[in-house]
């Protein structure tokens, strides 16, 4: 049974980056699509971003341009690049792999 820890959210100011790290163990997660997801207070968990085992990306409207989501299988490991933050990105970040397994999420909050 895979397992997945999210790591890398934090306190930061509007304009300002995080890289958000999502490490499997319990199986190589190489071969299956992995992707990120968001949960704000009072609001439904959503889309952030995915990236295929060929290393196809595909991102919500809100972050693309902003968010880079990038895979290392040799190291099991999923990461969020999140630039020019918003105080609207302040969530809960999941990450998630197929057969919908969910890590416990990481704080994001971005204000002043």
């Known amino acids: 049974q895979v397992q997945l820890v999210e790591s890398g959210g934090g306190l930061v100011q509007p304009g300002g980056s995080l890289r958000l790290s999502c490490a499997a163990s319990?199986?190589?997660?190489?071969?299956?699509?992995m992707g990120w997801y968001r949960q704000a207070p009072g609001k439904q968990r959503e889309f952030v971003a995915h990236?295929?085992?060929?290393?196809?990306?595909n991102y919500a409207d809100s972050v693309s341009g902003r968010f880079s989501i990038s895979r290392n299988n040799a190291q099991n490991t999923v990461y969020l690049q999140m630039n020019s933050l918003k105080p609207e990105d302040t969530a809960v970040y999941y990450c998630?792999?197929?057969?919908?397994?969910w890590g416990q999420g990481t704080q994001v909050t971005v204000s002043s």
């Open positions: 319990g199986r190589s997660v190489s071969v299956f699509v």
């Open positions: 998630n792999t197929p057969p919908g397994i």
């Open positions: 990236i295929t085992s060929a290393g196809r990306t």
